[in-house]
């Protein structure tokens, strides 16, 4: 095997790969991080993530806990290249961090366990990668496990992912005597013994000639039918070189259109190597990836190329408080930043200084005198920077489009224990919603109680427990409350709203006509028909703002409406009273009068749970799930355990994990994502409590 760990600096974007490590809670992703820090000589004494010893998993919370929580990057080098890493957060609750990292991610690898196959958070986050167009290739861990198995696990890749598994290994034994893997590029054999930190290349063992040969020709098989030059060398000459495979594979995996599949243990530090081998010939560069695009200050868009002599461009996707300062991270997509260098904040036109350039090894650092496109870092020195800010050269201002923010689904009351602990209570919320903005923090009106919403249970007891701990300010939490929806349900045409104000000098006059109809997306549309300039475009867009303003609080219970069409269909002005704040206040007033004439619905949040229980604790799951307003899409049996999914109320699952624990004496476990909205019955939502 050659040597590949070594000090390694590059300059050049196309030495560089920018990837994740995307997966299902406890699949090994964290392991896998640890395990290719150590194969890289970036550190020298292997962590686990059940001592709380690894690199990226420092949180407290994370190592109490046994799970990622925070998104975490890593620097090392392989084969000549700088290899920068984000161990992302693998539990439904924290999928926003998988959001802002995939932004700013050249590839991934999506790890799959052996056993369990393609499980609900591997369908999320690879669904989150497919609409950021990121490339991917597998990696099947856990082959050592009771169990597993690698063709299972690549059928459920197939069927569930829908994508085209290219496998480039075959396992050598299984379960308990798993040691190694054939190469089926080169036909040769990997073998990892117990006592070894590197593999031993030879020969493929005799038994496993056959299979080999035919997993080869089917692998052959089926990058001829995905790629043209190949299908042109495979008909003349009935099989294609090792060239011209890894060829393929790598314009596949950039074009989408096949996954590249490994395997191994990474537990039994067994597929590492090959695993940065693959990352290296199969995953993009910052220099293959297009320019990045974005809007200058005229409005037009424009291109920055991934070169170190282009204007300045990155992106900031997340920002942490340390005890060494405030930390920006960074990706940067063009140009080359400098220590002491001033950045231009392209949304607000506000102006910062970088005091320090970082390159970050989780909760170490290693400062450096420049950044240059394709390098992800983190600087010291910005105080308004957050995370989606576009950071630029003065000169060239150019705003890229930041990560998508999802909406929280859960809220908790808080308030501080002391009287005299309320204003550091604040000065928390604040620096966790700058920090997490996936967190949003609010004052209800009507209670005048501070609200804390996030994405689960777990999102919100891990961000109090931060105030808790990092603050030293002593919360009291109240019940958890889901963000419930209201929806047009049918609506209503011709509504006429007349803004008339007049109190002493300039008045308001507003005259909006408005339809209003159901859409079947959760989302607000807002369109005008109006013709011969009867209601000038500025004050269009004024209405529909005031309508935006509407959509906060809706007629049933004051919760946000969603799910609507809104028409401005007519109107009329006044020479001198209207204004762009007269027609805003129209159209806020005249929608609230229009939800009120309209048919409207309640809607809750629904998730998916997916529950594996001993098939002894079958019915008593089934009782409960239907006790808790559940409808069973499927159930299958395999080993002495059932897997079970349902779609649930997200407002029926509070305090679900102990109640299960209960019905299967600690040995069921169960996950959630996502599942969309749907109407809340009427026998419940008479029962529900105004917002």
């Known amino acids: 095997m050659r040597a590949n760990r070594q000090p390694f600096i590059t300059t050049s974007p196309t030495a560089v790969r920018n990837l994740g490590i995307l997966a299902h809670v406890d699949a090994g992703k964290t392991t896998i991080t640890e395990r290719i820090l150590f194969a890289t000589g970036a550190i020298h004494k292997r962590g686990e993530v059940h001592h709380g010893t690894t690199v990226t998993d420092f949180d407290a919370q994370e190592r109490d806990r046994g799970i990622t929580i925070f998104a975490a990057a890593v620097s090392c080098a392989w084969g000549g290249h700088r290899v920068n890493l984000i161990d992302t957060p693998g539990h439904v609750d924290f999928s926003d961090e998988v959001e802002r990292s995939l932004r700013v991610l050249d590839g991934a690898v999506a790890v799959f366990d052996a056993v369990a196959g393609v499980e609900p958070q591997s369908e999320t986050v690879w669904r989150q990668a497919d609409r950021h167009g990121v490339p991917r290739i597998a990696f099947v861990n856990k082959l050592d496990r009771a169990g597993a198995d690698l063709d299972t696990a690549v059928a459920s890749i197939r069927a569930r992912l829908g994508v085209v598994p290219l496998v480039v290994q075959l396992p050598i034994g299984a379960e308990d005597s798993f040691s190694g893997v054939v190469d089926l590029l080169r036909m040769r054999s990997l073998n990892w013994r117990a ?20 997993r080869r020709r089917l692998l052959e098989e089926t990058v001829a039918e995905l790629h043209a030059d190949a299908l042109e060398e495979f008909c003349s000459a009935s099989a294609l070189t090792e060239r011209t495979l890894v060829r393929a594979l790598r314009e596949l995996t950039l074009r989408g259109d096949g996954v590249v599949v490994l395997c191994g243990s990474a537990y039994r530090n067994r597929g590492i190597e090959p695993l940065l081998d693959a990352v290296l010939a199969y995953l993009p560069s910052p220099a293959d990836m297009p320019a990045v695009r974005g809007l200058a200050a005229d409005g037009a868009e424009q291109e920055r190329a991934p070169d170190p002599a282009e204007p300045f461009t990155a992106l900031a996707f997340k920002v942490t408080a340390t005890a060494t300062g405030r930390l920006t991270y960074l990706r940067v997509y063009a140009g080359t930043l400098r220590k002491g260098a001033t950045v231009l904040d392209a949304a607000t036109g506000r102006t910062e200084r970088v005091g320090r350039i970082l390159r970050v090894q989780a909760d170490r650092h290693e400062e450096r005198e420049e950044a240059v496109a394709g390098d992800i870092v983190a600087v010291i020195g910005l105080k308004a920077a957050r995370a989606g800010t576009t950071l630029c050269v003065p000169g060239a201002p150019l705003v890229l489009e930041p990560p998508s923010v999802a909406e929280p689904v859960v809220s908790v009351a808080v308030e501080a224990r002391r009287n005299i602990d309320t204003g550091r209570l604040s000065a928390a919320l604040a620096r966790l919603a700058e920090e997490d903005p996936s967190l949003v923090v ?10 804390l919403s996030g994405m689960g249970e777990l999102h919100l007891e891990v961000a109090v427990e931060k105030i808790r701990s990092g603050h030293g300010v002593e919360v009291v939490v109240g019940r958890p409350q889901v963000s419930y929806r209201e929806t047009v349900v049918r609506g ?42 009867r209601v000038p475009q500025e004050y269009a867009r004024a209405v529909e703002a005031g309508c935006r303003d ?7 219970g004051g919760f946000p409406v969603t799910g609507l069409r809104v028409t401005l269909t007519d109107g009329a002005t006044h020479s001198k009273d209207s ?21 409207m619905e309640l809607l809750e949040p629904l998730v998916e749970v997916t529950v594996t229980v001993p098939e002894d604790g079958v019915g008593g799951v089934l009782g409960d799930l239907a006790a808790r307003r559940g409808r069973v899409s499927g159930s299958t049996a395999e080993a002495g355990t059932a897997v079970i999914t349902a779609a649930v109320p997200l407002a029926e699952l509070f305090g679900y994990a102990s109640r299960l624990r209960g019905r299967t004496q600690g040995r069921g476990t169960f996950t959630t994502r996502p599942a969309g909205l749907a109407p809340v019955p009427a026998s419940v939502a008479g029962a529900l409590p105004a917002r």
């Open 195 to 214: 006592d070894a930190d590197t593999y031993q290349e030879g020969t493929v063992p005799e038994a496993l000639l056959e299979e080999a040969a035919r």
């Open 442 to 451: 609010r004052s209800d009106p009507e209670s005048g109680q501070t609200v």
């Open 492 to 533: 209503v045409r011709g509504l006429v709203h007349r803004h008339v104000k007049q109190d002493g000098g300039a008045g308001q006059f507003a005259h909006v006509v408005l339809d209003v109809e159901p859409l079947e997306e959760p989302c607000f549309e807002f369109r005008s028909t109006v013709v011969g300039g």
């Open 550 to 556: 509407a959509l906060a609080e809706g007629p049933l």
């Open 579 to 599: 204004s762009e704040m007269a027609f805003r206040a129209a159209g806020r007033f005249g929608l609230r009068e229009a939800l009120r004439l309209s048919t």
